[in-house]
């Protein structure tokens, strides 16, 4: 039974896509599957993946790609549904996936944030409280009537992070998104996020910057194939994954301002 210190709890996940498998174009092909489907193939993303986010921790997770790290957040999230088992989360979820995810590109800077924070439940006049928060995270004022189309990748992460924050989710879903940013932003959003956790909030962060990962993660979980290869401290399931990938493969980041 939860007795408060989780914010995520995750049993037995399992997640199911089903695939489409097609060869090139022919036209008896194309008469063939107007009266007979195309086959399909079974791609379990997650298997009987189980795993708790107490309250005041940034949890990593890492993996190659293809490993499951993004599908588990957007079940978590509440995206993707489960094909199998149970994730339960108390809490508010705020989240940062891709930079364009959830951006009306023909809008303003500031029409997505009265958008985004509609969709995630809020009324005007909470987003209007919200506002010198965002405005003060994003530091992008004279770009906030600006059209989204317009923004580099770095001012699409300062604005996702800016909304993502602003109404103070307890739960923080970053998913490889920080590397989008410069140097100074990326510190002060590390920096946000340890105040985040501190504040007994959780995070669960995907990154391939192994550095920025054992700065900034209290814990790490190490996804392969679906499943949890290891769990444990930051540095022992780091050294463990380095070793097989190759160091070479976590040297991407040099942000490394203490976790």
Same mark, same amino acid.
């Given at each position: 039974?939860? /007795?408060?210190?989780?914010l995520?709890?995750?049993?037995?996940?399992?997640?199911?896509?089903?695939?489409?498998?097609e060869?090139?174009?022919?036209?008896?092909?194309v008469?063939?599957?107007?009266?007979?489907?195309?086959?399909?193939?079974?791609?379990?993303?997650?298997?009987g993946?189980?795993?708790s986010?107490?309250?005041?921790e940034?949890?990593?997770? &890492?993996?190659v790609?293809?490993?499951?790290?993004?599908?588990?957040l957007?079940?978590?999230?509440g995206?993707y549904?489960?094909?199998?088992? /149970?994730?339960?989360?108390?809490?508010?979820? =705020?989240?940062?996936f891709e930079?364009?995810?959830?951006?009306?590109?023909?809008?303003?800077?500031?029409d997505?944030i009265?958008l985004?924070?509609?969709l995630?439940?809020?009324?005007?006049t909470? &987003?209007?409280?919200a506002?010198?928060?965002?405005?003060?995270?994003?530091?992008?004022?004279?770009?906030?009537?600006?059209?989204?189309k317009?923004?580099s990748?770095?001012?699409?992460f300062?604005?996702?992070?800016? &909304?993502?924050?602003?109404?103070d989710?307890?739960v923080?879903?970053?998913d490889?998104v920080?590397?989008?940013?410069d140097?100074?932003?990326?510190r002060k959003?590390?920096?946000?996020?340890r105040?985040?956790r501190?504040?007994?909030?959780?995070?669960?962060?995907?990154?391939?910057?192994? /550095?920025?990962?054992?700065?900034?993660?209290?814990?790490?979980i190490w996804?392969?194939?679906?499943?949890?290869?290891?769990? =444990?401290?930051? /540095?022992?399931?780091?050294?463990?994954?380095?070793?097989? &990938? =190759?160091?070479?493969a976590g040297?991407?980041s040099?942000i490394?301002?203490?976790?």
């Amino acid at each position: 039974m939860n /007795d408060g210190q989780y914010l995520v709890e995750v049993s037995n996940l399992r997640k199911r896509f089903n695939v489409r498998r097609e060869q090139a174009a022919t036209l008896k092909r194309v008469v063939t599957r107007l009266f007979r489907p195309y086959p399909h193939e079974a791609l379990w993303a997650l298997e009987g993946v189980s795993l708790s986010v107490k309250r005041g921790e940034i949890v990593g997770l &890492i993996g190659v790609n293809g490993s499951g790290k993004s599908t588990l957040l957007r079940v978590i999230a509440g995206i993707y549904v489960p094909t199998e088992g /149970d994730v339960v989360v108390n809490g508010q979820v =705020g989240a940062l996936f891709e930079l364009e995810t959830g951006f009306s590109l023909e809008l303003s800077g500031m029409d997505n944030i009265f958008l985004s924070g509609s969709l995630m439940g809020y009324s005007r006049t909470q &987003i209007t409280e919200a506002l010198p928060r965002v405005a003060e995270m994003v530091e992008l004022e004279e770009f906030l009537q600006v059209p989204v189309k317009a923004y580099s990748s770095g001012m699409k992460f300062r604005l996702g992070f800016g &909304i993502a924050m602003a109404f103070d989710p307890e739960v923080l879903l970053v998913d490889e998104v920080m590397a989008a940013a410069d140097e100074a932003f990326q510190r002060k959003a590390y920096r946000r996020l340890r105040e985040f956790r501190d504040s007994g909030s959780g995070v669960m962060l995907v990154s391939h910057e192994m /550095d920025a990962v054992r700065s900034h993660c209290d814990r790490v979980i190490w996804l392969a194939d679906g499943k949890i290869r290891a769990e =444990g401290s930051t /540095d022992e399931v780091l050294d463990a994954y380095l070793s097989e &990938i =190759g160091p070479e493969a976590g040297n991407n980041s040099n942000i490394n301002s203490g976790r």
